[in-house]
C-alpha cells in the first residue's frame, strides 16, 4: 500500500535480465505486464495457446514460426526472461558496438548477427544449422497460403536455394545466408535508431529495418 | 440504552440530511450545488497533486503525454511500403523480416488486448489502483492521499451506498405502482417521472457528473438510439436524460426484480435467453417495438461488450437491419476522476461497483448527435461502419474494425488469407517469375 509504485521490485532477477537485454527499467516494467496480461490463468509462465490467442499475430502467416521461436528445444513454457529474451532481438541495433565492445563479454542479443540468427531460424525447422529446400518450400507456403500453385512456388524456392548457395550442397547454411542479408547499398550510411530506419529500404536487405522501436 | 438512543439520532439526522439535500431535488431535477463545490475542490487538490510529483519525479520516469502511448513505435507502413514494392519484386529471403517484425508488435502490444484493459493516466488522481508507475514522493502526498482514502471509504461510500439502496427501491416500488393504473398518458407522464427521480438518485450514488451536449439531437419515439459501450453505468447516464425502452436479456436475482418492476410501468423488450439466439425473432420483436410511435426510443450498444472508452469497436449489424431512424450518441468518461471501464474479467458486478463507489466521482459528456438513416444501396454493415465513425470523431475516440468479442473467441481465418493474397500478388502476381 501507500504511494510506493516502484514494481521492479516484483520482477524476479530484474537486474540480470536488464544486464543480458539492455532494455530500459520502464521498459522492462511495461514488458512484465504485457507478459501478465497475456499469461491469461496468472500461471506464471505463457504457454502456446497464449500466445495464438493474440488475435494479430493469429492471422499473421509466419505465426506459428514466430511462436516456435519462443519455445526453443521442445519446451512447453516460456516464462519472462525466455520472453524477453527473444523480443530482445528486436531492440535496435547499437551503433557503438563493434568498436567499443568488450570483446570477452557476450554479443548483445540485438546484434545485427543475432538479428540474422533470429531469422534464420524462423527458416530452419528442424534447426539443423542449415535451410533446405523442402524448409524454403514450406515457409514459402506458410507465407503464401493457396494462393500459389505447387509449381510456381517450387521454382521461387528452387531459384532463390541456388542464388545463395555458394558452396553447392543444395541448401543455405548461415554464413551463406548472412551473405544474401548484409549486403545491402543504400545502407553504406548506418543510420541508428531514433525511429528513423534506413529510408530506402525500409527493412528490405536491411536489419536496420529489423526491430521495434521501444519507448 | 444510551449507545442505541444516540446510534438512532445520528441515523436519523442521516436521513432528513439525505432525504433534504439530495432525494428532494433529485425528484425536481434540480441541483443545490453541492457536487459542483466537491469536483471545485477535487480539481483543486489533485491538481496540486500532480505538481507534487512532477517536481519530485525525475525526467524519464514521467510518462508521455498521450495517455493511450504504448510500448513501442509501430510502423504503420503497408505490406507494400514495408516490402519495398516499388518494383515489380521477386521473392526474397529477407521478407521474412516484415512478417516477423509485425508478429513481434502484436506479441508485444496489439490493438485488441490494449482496449480491455484501463486507461493509463498521465498523472496520478490519488487513487492507488491507477498507481502503476509512481513513486514516493513526499510525506505530504502521503498525508493527502491517506486523507483521500478516509473520506472515499468512510464519508462517500456509506452515504454512496444508501442513495443506491434508497434509488433502486423507489425504482422497484415507484414502477410498480405505477403499473397499476390504466394505460395512458397519466401513467406514461407518472412512469416517466418515477424513473427519471430513481436515475438521478442512482447517479449521485455514483456522483456523476454528466454533461450532455446538442440535447436538441435527443432521441425520439419510435427511434432507436445507438451508444458506445463502457460500463453498465452507461445505461443510467442515458436514462437520467431521457426515458428509453431497453433491450437485453432477462436475469435472475436483483436484476430480474428490477426487470420485472420497470416493464410494469413501460414497455421494455426483454428476451428469454433462448430467444436471444433466434436472431429473427429479436428483429422482429424491435420492427414491432419501434413500429408503434408512441413507444419509447429503443437503446442498443452494438459493440456488443465493455470496451476501455480509449476506442470504438466494431458495431454489429444486427442492430442496424432493423430499421428506422438510429440516433448516435458519443459517450466520453474522464477518467481523471474515477475509471468507468468495466473489465468483466477480472471484477465482477459486485467489486466493479464497489469500485465506482469509491473512486472519486464519474464524470463523463454525452453527445447527442443528429439521426441518421440507411441509404440507398448501402448494405447494413456499411451503414454501421459510417455510424460508428461519426461516433468515434465526435467523442474523440479511435475507431478500430476489430470485433470486440475477439477478447472471447479466436479470429477469423479470413484475415489470414487477405494477408496472404497480398504477400502472393507481391511476388507472383508481377510475372516476374
Redesign the interface.
Known amino acids: ?7 521492479a521490485a516484483r520482477i524476479p532477477d530484474a537486474d540480470s535480465i536488464r544486464r543480458e537485454t539492455g532494455f530500459s527499467q ?2 522492462l ?3 512484465y ?2 507478459f501478465r ?2 499469461d491469461r490463468n496468472k500461471k506464471g509462465y505463457l504457454s502456446r495457446m497464449d ?13 506459428d ?2 511462436i516456435d521461436s519462443f519455445f526453443p528445444d521442445g519446451n512447453l513454457r516460456v516464462d519472462f526472461p525466455g520472453f524477453v529474451r527473444v ?1 530482445a532481438h ?1 531492440r535496435p541495433v547499437d551503433d557503438d558496438d563493434s568498436s567499443m565492445r568488450d570483446p570477452k563479454e557476450p554479443e548483445p542479443l540485438n546484434s545485427r548477427m543475432n538479428k540474422l540468427r ?2 534464420f531460424q ?2 530452419d525447422l528442424d534447426r539443423d544449422g542449415k535451410i533446405s529446400r523442402h524448409e524454403m518450400l514450406q ?2 507456403r506458410l ?6 500453385t505447387e509449381e ?1 512456388l517450387e ?2 524456392a528452387d ?2 536455394v541456388q542464388e ?1 548457395d555458394e558452396d553447392g550442397d543444395g541448401a ?1 547454411s548461415f554464413l551463406e ?1 548472412t551473405k ?2 548484409l549486403w545491402c547499398p543504400a545502407c553504406i550510411f548506418s543510420l541508428g535508431c531514433a ?1 528513423v ?1 534506413c529510408s530506402q ?7 536496420e ?7 | 440504552m444510551e449507545g442505541a438512543e444516540l446510534a438512532g439520532k445520528i441515523l436519523s439526522t442521516w436521513l432528513t440530511l439525505v432525504l433534504g439535500l439530495i432525494l428532494l431535488p433529485s425528484a425536481f431535477g434540480v441541483s443545490l450545488g453541492i457536487s459542483e463545490i466537491y469536483m471545485k475542490i477535487l480539481v483543486k487538490t489533485l491538481e496540486w497533486a500532480t505538481i507534487r510529483i512532477e517536481k519530485g519525479v525525475p525526467k524519464e520516469s514521467v510518462l508521455k503525454n498521450s495517455a493511450s502511448v504504448g510500448i513501442i513505435q509501430r510502423d504503420e507502413s503497408p505490406m507494400e511500403k514495408g516490402l519495398s514494392g516499388l518494383r515489380g519484386r521477386d521473392f526474397e529471403l529477407s521478407d521474412v523480416f516484415y512478417f516477423s517484425k509485425k508478429g513481434l508488435e502484436a506479441i508485444v502490444e496489439d490493438e485488441v488486448t490494449q482496449r480491455f484493459s484501463s486507461e493509463e493516466l498521465v498523472s496520478w488522481n490519488l487513487l492507488t489502483r491507477t498507481n502503476i508507475n509512481f513513486q514516493y514522493i513526499s510525506l505530504r502526498l502521503t498525508m493527502v492521499w491517506v486523507l483521500g482514502v478516509i473520506v472515499r471509504y468512510c464519508v462517500l461510500l456509506p452515504l454512496r451506498v444508501t442513495l443506491a439502496f434508497i434509488g433502486i427501491s423507489l425504482l422497484v416500488i415507484g414502477t410498480t405502482l405505477v403499473g397499476q393504473l390504466p394505460d395512458g398518458s397519466l401513467k406514461n407522464w407518472l412512469s416517466e417521472l418515477v424513473h427519471l427521480t430513481c436515475c438521478r438518485i442512482c447517479v449521485r450514488a455514483l456522483s456523476g457528473t454528466i454533461h450532455y451536449h446538442n440535447k436538441q439531437y435527443r432521441p425520439q419515439k419510435g427511434g432507436i438510439c445507438v451508444a458506445n459501450h463502457t460500463s453498465p453505468i452507461d445505461v443510467l447516464i442515458l436514462t437520467t436524460d431521457g426515458c428509453y425502452a431497453m433491450v437485453g436479456q432477462v436475469h435472475g436475482g436483483l436484476m430480474g426484480i428490477i426487470q420485472r418492476a420497470m416493464v410494469k410501468a413501460c414497455p421494455h423488450v426483454w428476451f428469454e435467453r433462448s430467444e436471444m439466439k433466434d436472431r429473427h425473432l429479436v428483429t422482429k420483436r424491435l420492427k414491432e417495438h419501434i413500429a408503434d410511435k408512441k413507444k419509447l426510443p429503443i437503446l442498443i450498444f452494438p459493440e456488443g461488450t465493455c470496451i476501455n472508452n480509449t476506442s470504438v469497436m466494431m458495431f454489429k449489424k444486427g442492430s442496424f437491419e432493423i430499421g428506422g431512424t438510429i440516433h448516435p450518441v458519443a459517450i466520453k468518461y474522464n477518467p481523471q476522476f474515477g475509471d468507468a471501464f468495466w473489465n468483466s474479467s477480472k471484477y465482477n458486478m459486485v467489486s466493479y461497483l464497489l469500485r465506482m463507489m469509491t473512486s472519486w466521482a464519474i464524470v463523463c459528456d454525452v453527445w447527442y448527435m443528429p439521426p441518421m438513416s440507411r441509404e440507398e444501396g448501402e448494405d447494413a454493415v456499411q451503414f454501421a461502419n459510417r455510424v460508428k465513425s461519426a461516433i468515434a470523431v465526435q467523442g474523440g475516440l479511435t475507431e478500430l474494425p476489430w470485433d470486440g468479442g475477439l477478447k472471447r473467441a479466436k479470429v477469423k481465418d479470413t484475415f489470414k488469407e487477405e494477408q496472404q493474397k497480398n504477400y502472393s500478388k507481391m511476388i507472383v502476381g508481377n510475372g516476374s517469375l
Not at chain 1, 529500404?201 to 536489419?207: A, E, I, L, P, Y
Not at chain 1, 529495418?209 to 519507448?215: D, E, I, M, P, Y
Open positions: 500500500m501507500g504511494s510506493r509504485g516502484s514494481h520502464a521498459s516494467l511495461r514488458l505486464h504485457r496480461a497475456l500466445l495464438q490467442q493474440i488475435g494479430a499475430l493469429a492471422v499473421n502467416p509466419l505465426g514460426r514466430i523480443l528486436f533470429f531469422a524462423l527458416y515457409v514459402l507465407m503464401v497460403g493457396v494462393q500459389v510456381q521454382s521461387i531459384r532463390t545463395a543455405v545466408f544474401e542479408m525511429g530506419v529500404h525500409m527493412g528490405v536487405n536491411c536489419t529495418g529489423f526491430h521495434l522501436c521501444f519507448q
